[in-house]
């Protein structure tokens, strides 16, 4: 999309890509600076960085190079994350914009686990396969909502696990639902996905499942930034 020589054009596509994101996550780092929540600005980054980033994958070609040089975005900061979280790169912005506790060994648990998912994502499933799709939105949009409805209104927990709560759960299927369906026709769009109830409702499969898998306890233990990416992945291999 952004020039004739498809190789140029993959190389100005990432560099546009890695700007946007990074911009993104420097407008996220002058909240946490200015004050705002930590626990709704690491949200924030949750939900979005994924989303924008997925946004972008139209201005890469269709090929195999155009996945991994759109990878190389979260690859990046994979990088970061490990540098960060190991103590060699001092960054308190980041730190505070995407840890629990202001912890920067945190960066290598859930940010990091996000970031490969994500790379992973994006080189090996591309704009082209449902999975891709479903996988990020159930991350990002779902995971992310899950949170923020939960705090606020989850006061009813579930049965088995009492640091969920149900509208927590019903706010993550249904945002990753709604997210996945809007990105199924953002890409029918350029012609990447043909549109179809039967993708329509492989979707809705893969959010109630991931709902469930993040419900459970075994998502605390393990970290849901990888149990929810593997259960879309995994459940979406099965419908689509």
């Known amino acids: 999309m952004l020039d004739k020589n498809p190789v140029v054009s993959d190389l100005l596509a990432a560099a546009v890509c890695c700007g946007v994101i990074f911009a993104f996550l420097l407008l996220w780092q002058e909240t946490a600076k200015r004050g705002l929540d930590q626990k709704l600005n690491r949200k924030l980054v949750h939900i979005s960085i994924g989303l924008v980033f997925m946004l972008c994958w139209p201005l890469f070609s269709s090929g195999y190079r155009g996945a991994i040089l759109a990878a190389i975005t979260p690859g990046v900061n994979i990088i970061r994350m490990l540098l960060i979280g190991s103590g060699l790169w001092?960054?308190?912005?980041?730190?505070?914009?995407?840890?629990?506790?202001?912890?920067?060994?945190?960066?290598?648990?859930?940010?990091?686990?996000?970031?490969?998912?994500?790379?992973?994502?994006?080189?090996?499933?591309?704009?082209?396969?449902?999975?891709?799709?479903?996988?990020?939105?159930?991350?990002?949009?779902?995971?992310?909502?899950?949170?923020?409805?939960?705090?606020?209104?989850?006061?009813?927990?579930?049965?088995?696990?009492?640091?969920?709560?149900?509208?927590?759960?019903?706010?993550?299927?249904?945002?990753?639902?709604?997210?996945?369906?809007?990105?199924?026709?953002?890409?029918?769009?350029?012609?990447?996905?043909?549109?179809?109830?039967?993708?329509?409702?492989?979707?809705?499969?893969?959010?109630?499942?991931?709902?469930?898998?993040?419900?459970?306890?075994?998502?605390?233990?393990?970290?849901?930034?990888?149990?929810?990416?593997?259960t879309s992945i995994l459940v979406g291999s099965l419908v689509f």
């Open 90 to 230: 001092k960054d308190e912005a980041t730190v505070k914009s995407m840890s629990r506790y202001g912890d920067y060994r945190e960066l290598l648990k859930g940010p990091l686990y996000y970031a490969t998912t994500i790379t992973l994502a994006c080189a090996l499933y591309w704009r082209t396969s449902p999975i891709a799709v479903a996988a990020i939105c159930n991350l990002c949009a779902g995971d992310g909502i899950a949170d923020v409805v939960g705090r606020r209104f989850g006061r009813q927990k579930l049965p088995y696990n009492s640091n969920k709560s149900i509208a927590g759960s019903v706010a993550m299927a249904t945002a990753g639902f709604l997210a996945s369906v809007g990105f199924m026709y953002y890409f029918a769009y350029f012609g990447y996905i043909q549109e179809s109830w039967e993708i329509v409702l492989g979707f809705l499969v893969v959010s109630l499942a991931s709902a469930l898998v993040e419900s459970l306890p075994i998502s605390t233990e393990l970290d849901d930034n990888l149990t929810v990416t593997l």
